[in-house]
């Protein structure tokens, strides 16, 4: 029997680059098989050209739908209801959802509390509500390529490194690692181990750390210098320097 996790993936043509098709699919490769591959939008639109040629080699079922009414995106309409048919089939373990629309936010609200993970894809202009909508969200202009690309494929260029500087100017980033260290952390010892954290994150909010410029968390919690790390073989074990020592640090790496 195929245990891997099987995935829809519902792409909203009208607001997504054709040319980052190969970092979706490789991304969702690393968590199991997209077996439905849908692409919503006008066909009949010369817009729509770089997707048509993506459609074929990627195995995409391309939707048509036409714009009815100006300023409308009849797409948006057909991907929550479909998705909603394919969540009641039982069929799926998670969803992906290729957009950089904010009205997809309660479609991935709705998914999530019916306990389905939810793979966000879109670029930096995407609001913030449907990113932390997600359970994870990958920037498309501006994420590192997890395989290498199809032939004739432009590669997707890295995230920019964040110096441990931005990082740690980053409150939202910092407090979501502090309270993951401090919550997940062994009362004997005051150490958590980095995949206890790592789960942790997850569950509470949309992180990724390629978006910071990182292949791994352990990378990004090594850089930003608040954290003490302890490796034993591949077991990892991390928790939070004393104030004064974090503030030393601080003060000490240049950004």
Not at 217 to 222: A, D, R, S
């Amino acid at each position: 029997m195929d245990d891997r996790m099987r995935i829809a993936l519902l792409i909203d043509a009208d607001n997504a680059p054709a040319a980052k098709i190969d970092v979706v699919l490789a991304e969702l490769a690393r968590h199991g098989i997209a077996n439905v591959r849908r692409a919503y939008g006008n066909w009949k639109s010369p817009n729509m050209q770089k997707w048509e040629q993506a459609l074929h080699p990627n195995a995409i079922q391309p939707i048509q739908q036409f714009a009815l009414s100006t300023g409308k995106n009849a797409s948006d309409m057909a991907m929550v209801v479909d998705a909603m048919d394919l969540l009641h089939s039982g069929r799926f373990d998670a969803f992906a959802i290729v957009s950089s629309d904010a009205d997809f936010t309660p479609l991935a609200m709705r998914l999530r509390a019916q306990n389905m993970r939810v793979f966000g894809f879109g670029e930096k202009k995407t609001p913030e509500p449907f990113v932390n909508a997600c359970s994870t969200f990958l920037y498309l202009d501006a994420s590192a390529q997890t395989e290498p690309p199809s032939p004739g494929a432009a590669p997707t260029p890295p995230a920019k490194r964040k110096t441990a500087a931005e990082l740690r100017s980053d409150t939202t980033l910092v407090n979501l690692l502090r309270d993951a260290v401090e919550s997940t952390r062994d009362d004997d010892d005051g150490w958590s181990t980095l995949a206890a954290v790592g789960h942790f994150i997850a569950n509470r909010a949309s992180f990724d750390a390629r978006n910071y410029g990182y292949a791994k968390l352990k990378g990004l919690i090594k850089e930003i210098g608040l954290f003490e790390m302890r490796e034993e073989g591949k077991h990892v074990s991390i928790r939070a320097k004393p104030k004064k020592a974090a503030k030393a640090a601080s003060a000490a790496k240049p950004g």
